[in-house]
Nanobody
Framework: QVRLEESGGGLVQPGGSLTLSCAAS????????MGWYRQAPGNEREYIAG???????YYDDSVKGRFTISRDNAKNTLFLQMNSLKPDDSAVYYC????????WGKGTLVTVSS
């Protein structure tokens, strides 16, 4: 059974940075195309960044140039470096396989506010 545990969220001021982590068990992240998703209150969950098995990346226009997805194979952990954060980035962030996800973890809450 695959289990995903996101961490690293918190309250940050606009323009600030955060790094999210996603620890996985029951699978090897490097052999799966993985992504970060987010869900803001009242909105559907959206796919915002992806990392293929060969290292190709994808970013939604809303985060392109500000967010960076990466992976540490030795730690079996996925990361999302978020810079220049905006209030619109406030959401619960999840990691999961793309395009067909496993069961969802609890996510980690990011709040961007002054």
């Amino acid at each position: 059974q695959v289990r995903l545990e996101e961490s690293g969220g918190g309250l940050v001021q606009p323009g600030g940075s955060l790094t999210l982590s996603c620890a996985a068990s029951g699978t090897i992240l490097s052999v799966n195309p993985m992504g970060w998703y987010r869900q803001a209150p009242g909105n559907e969950r959206e796919y915002i960044a992806g990392l293929g098995t060969r290292g190709t990346t994808y970013y939604d226009d809303s985060v392109k140039g500000r967010f960076t997805i990466s992976r540490d194979n030795a730690k079996n952990t996925l990361f999302l470096q978020m810079n220049s954060l905006k209030p619109d980035d406030s959401a619960v962030y999840y990691c999961n396989k793309y395009p067909i996800p496993w069961d969802w973890g609890k996510g980690t809450l990011v709040t961007v506010s002054s």
